[in-house]
């Protein structure tokens, strides 16, 4: 059998695992994101961020934000997005469980802390520098939460579309 190309028996045979698509783009990356510098919660606008990573939210075409990786968008209502009485902020994010990396290791804070890390490092080019700045601390307290801790309240962006 060729790599790719399943057997007739294996298309028909009702086989659940999870299928991997392998993807290569044939471009120069100039930041630590490649070629996602498009933003990290932007679904639009994109196209290969798009296809390659899911986001923790997409804005949908009517410019409202969704739930991708997360299970909702961190709300005021919620309590998962709280302006501090010292003008700080904390975001909640709480991940879809079941959510799995190429390898089969499953999505967990631990993931976002680590790439808030490496994101904080100011000898690393990336398009977030100012934003990562604004985020004074982060912790995982369990496999589906993370919570940061913003010196500031971030407003919402709205992205022009294409």
Do not use: C
């Amino acid at each position: 059998m060729r790599p790719g190309r399943a057997t007739r028996s294996e298309a028909t045979s009702g086989n659940s695992a999870p299928k991997v698509l392998t993807v290569a783009v044939n471009k120069e990356p100039f930041t630590i994101q490649g070629f996602t510098q498009g933003g990290a919660s932007s679904g639009r606008g994109n196209t290969e961020s798009n296809f390659v990573h899911n986001q923790l939210v997409v804005q949908d075409d009517a410019d409202a934000l969704r739930p991708q990786l997360a299970v909702e968008v961190p709300s005021i209502e919620g309590g998962t997005w709280r302006i501090n009485p010292d003008a700080s902020m904390d975001m909640t994010w709480r991940l879809r469980p079941g959510v799995r990396w190429h390898d089969g290791a499953d999505l967990t804070s631990a993931d976002l802390l680590f790439t808030l890390t490496v994101y904080k490092d100011r000898d690393l080019p990336h398009t977030y520098s100012q934003l990562t700045r604004l985020m004074e601390s982060a912790s995982a307290p369990d496999p589906l939460t993370f919570e940061v801790h913003w010196s500031r309240p971030i407003p919402a962006r709205r992205r022009r579309s294409d």
